[in-house]
């Protein structure tokens, strides 16, 4: 994950961080809306470790599956039908029908 996925879909990760840190609090999360270096500072508070450490254990963290409401959001399938533009052959639209294809 790259921390502008999070920061754009805040409210999605609650889920994803409060599985990872228990304690961690929604109030808290509405008042860090996303800002990296206050949620760096708030998990090294939480888990009375020093900013280094924490920021391993969010590094780590990262490194993480995006939350089913992150990729399921139409920004981001809109993104990756985009990119998928360079496997489609050359005069095709990568929103083109399918049917042929029987995934219809």
Request: hydrophobic content about 35%; proline content about 5%.
């Given at each position: 994950?790259?921390?502008?996925?999070?920061?754009?879909?805040?409210?999605?990760?609650?889920?994803?961080?409060?599985?990872?840190?228990?304690?961690?609090?929604?109030?808290?999360?509405?008042?860090?809306?996303g800002d990296q270096?206050?949620?760096?500072?708030?998990?090294?508070?939480?888990?009375?470790?020093?900013?280094?450490?924490?920021?391993?254990?969010?590094?780590?963290?990262?490194?993480?599956?995006?939350?089913?409401?992150?990729?399921?959001?139409?920004?981001?399938d809109s993104h990756?039908?985009?990119?998928?533009?360079?496997?489609?052959?050359?005069?095709?639209?990568?929103?083109?029908?399918?049917?042929?294809?029987?995934?219809?």
């Amino acid at each position: 994950m790259k921390w502008h996925h999070i920061e754009e879909n805040w409210a999605a990760f609650y889920e994803a961080i409060m599985d990872r840190w228990p304690e961690a609090e929604e109030s808290e999360l509405d008042e860090i809306d996303g800002d990296q270096r206050a949620f760096l500072r708030y998990i090294a508070k939480l888990t009375e470790q020093e900013p280094v450490e924490a920021r391993e254990e969010v590094v780590e963290w990262l490194r993480g599956e995006l939350p089913s409401d992150v990729v399921m959001d139409p920004a981001h399938d809109s993104h990756s039908i985009s990119l998928s533009g360079k496997y489609i052959p050359e005069g095709e639209d990568e929103s083109d029908d399918d049917k042929r294809f029987g995934d219809d």
